[in-house]
């Protein structure tokens, strides 16, 4: 009985060696891991929409200079449109606006001018749409203030 005793202990120690020895090897074999994201531009303050040009329509949220390049072609689209809109080309003007906003999913200024095609094309119920993403996406009082305008227009 003993014997059998001391077999047994024998082999539970050699399974805790055999188990230690491979929990260390395991230990240092394994990689470390680097941080999956890259370096990024020292933070800036949040990035408000500069003062408007006018009373009558404010400017849209500056694009800074280390934005996503998305956003900035989002950006140039949204100027394109409005020099289209002011034209009357509201063909054209729905092109720029909508590709802006299929690079840039989050560009509420372009769904307000979507918003403003669509409602100067008579189609309301979809300018009401442009309108309610327009306003989950603005964060500036003054763009509000054009989207409760035009939400207005619409009734």
């Known amino acids: 009985m003993r014997r059998n005793s001391s077999s047994s202990l024998r082999l ?17 074999c394994a990689k470390k891991r680097r941080p999956s994201y890259k370096k990024l531009p ?26 996503a390049p998305q956003r900035q ?14 034209s009357n ?10 590709e802006a ?16 095609v669509a409602l ?3 189609e309301k119920e979809e300018a009401r749409g442009f309108l309610d993403k327009a306003e989950m996406l603005l964060i500036d009082d003054e763009w509000n203030a054009k989207v409760q305008e035009l939400r207005n227009q619409l009734q």
């Open 42 to 67: 020292p933070r800036q303050e949040r990035v408000e929409p500069f003062p408007a040009p006018s009373e009558e329509e404010p400017a849209p949220p500056q694009v800074p200079e280390f934005a």
């Open 101 to 116: 906003v299929s690079i840039d999913s989050n560009n509420g200024v372009a769904y307000y001018y979507l918003a403003v």
């Open 12 to 28: 539970t120690r050699l399974l805790l060696v055999v188990l230690l020895a491979s929990s260390l090897i395991a230990v240092a």
């Open 73 to 86: 072609a989002s950006h140039r689209l949204v100027e394109k449109g409005k020099v289209s809109l002011q």
């Open 120 to 122: 100067k094309n008579g």
């Open 89 to 98: 080309d509201l063909a054209t003007a729905h092109q720029h606006f909508q």
